[in-house]
């Protein structure tokens, strides 16, 4: 079993930054992929940002060049940091990682961008 816990989410402007993190615990050797997925009100959960063990990182379009993914692994934690946020970009940000096949979800972080 992997526990994921996010942190980092805030009210922020227009413009401005944040930096979530995902800190797992439980059984974290040989995670195989962490990943940000969003959801906003009334819209499907979507993918964000992807880290796999290899440390290749993959984006969704409407992030890309704005937002970075990173991870720590002698931390076992994942970090998103999003930069020139845009009221768009406001949603519940989940942590996810991938482990033998199995999906593991964390609570969820709010993040609010205002115009």
């Known amino acids: 079993q992997v526990q994921l816990v996010e942190s980092g989410g805030g009210l922020v402007q227009a413009g401005g930054s944040l930096r979530l993190s995902c800190a797992a615990s439980g059984s974290t050797s040989s995670i195989d992929v962490m990943a940000w997925f969003r959801q906003a009100p009334g819209k499907q959960r979507e993918w964000v940002a992807s880290h796999n063990r290899r440390g290749t990182t993959t984006y969704a379009g409407a992030v890309k060049g704005r937002f970075t993914i990173s991870r720590d692994n002698a931390k076992n934690t994942v970090y998103l940091q999003m930069n020139n946020l845009k009221p768009e970009d406001t949603a519940v940000y989940y942590c996810?990682?991938?482990?033998?096949?199995?999906?593991?979800w964390g609570q969820g972080t709010q993040v609010t961008v205002s115009s």
């Open positions: 996810k990682a991938i482990k033998d096949f199995r999906d593991y």
